[in-house]
């Protein structure tokens, strides 16, 4: 099933709101997509993704990264992500759609996508920046979020200082500039009963050969 995914062609445009993070360059777009539509596009990501419980190697011992996750992306975009070596599945037709509009919105020519799935609030992402060498000097990435709102924290890697920006059900986040260089972020895990949210990060991958 292929879905559409604006009414209004003009709420790809919304106005988005600049994250205040000196050193970085942040917008985040609420209501990117329609509230029924992303529930639309998150059922169908549930049900139709190649979910993977990938692990992680940390002292020594091999362990589950906290939450479900997907590789899609043209075929020469091999990633390393976090010691995981992922070859990408195939476009499916809704990522095409989601990927073309960032690609709109960004103006970047997006060709891989890693969507991350947290079933409940113990699923996490730990603090990173996306900076692999994959990804070249000041990389631009779009994230959409799909299900349960999370706080989306960013730390300032000499100052420490935090900001924090509630990732909602339908809106685009967008990194650019030097944010991977002075800051990291990250999804920490809550001990309140929530819903699953599915978050699609669209990145363009250089080669490094
Ligand atoms: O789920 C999120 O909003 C963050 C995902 C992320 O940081 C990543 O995939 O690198
Ligand atoms: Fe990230």
């Given amino acids: 099933m292929q879905l559409p995914l604006f009414t209004d062609a003009k709420a790809a445009k919304n106005s988005p709101i600049t994250l205040p993070l000196p050193e970085a360059e942040v917008r985040y777009y609420p209501q990117w997509i329609s509230s029924e539509q992303a529930n639309d596009y998150q059922g169908v990501f549930e049900s139709t993704l190649p979910w993977r419980q990938d692990t992680i190697r940390m002292y020594g011992k091999y362990l589950d990264v906290p939450r479900l996750q997907a590789w899609h992306g043209d075929p020469e975009c091999l990633y390393k992500y976090s010691g995981i070596k992922l070859a990408p599945q195939p476009w499916t037709p809704e990522l095409a759609v989601i990927r073309d ?3 709109e919105v960004c103006d970047i020519p997006f060709n891989s996508v890693l969507a991350n799935w947290y079933r409940h609030g113990q699923d996490s992402m730990s603090m990173h920046a996306d900076d692999e060498p994959e990804l070249g000097p000041n990389p631009v990435v779009a994230s959409v979020t799909f299900g349960e709102s999370r706080p989306f924290v960013f730390k300032h890697k ?52």
């Fill in 158 to 209: 000499e100052t420490g200082a935090r900001f924090t920006q509630i990732l909602e059900h339908g809106s685009l986040l967008v990194m650019g500039e030097t944010t991977q260089s002075h800051y990291l972020h990250g999804i920490a895990k809550t001990t309140k009963h929530i819903g699953g949210r599915i978050n699609l990060t669209f990145r363009h991958l250089i080669s490094t050969k």
């Fill in 101 to 103: 509009k960032c690609i």
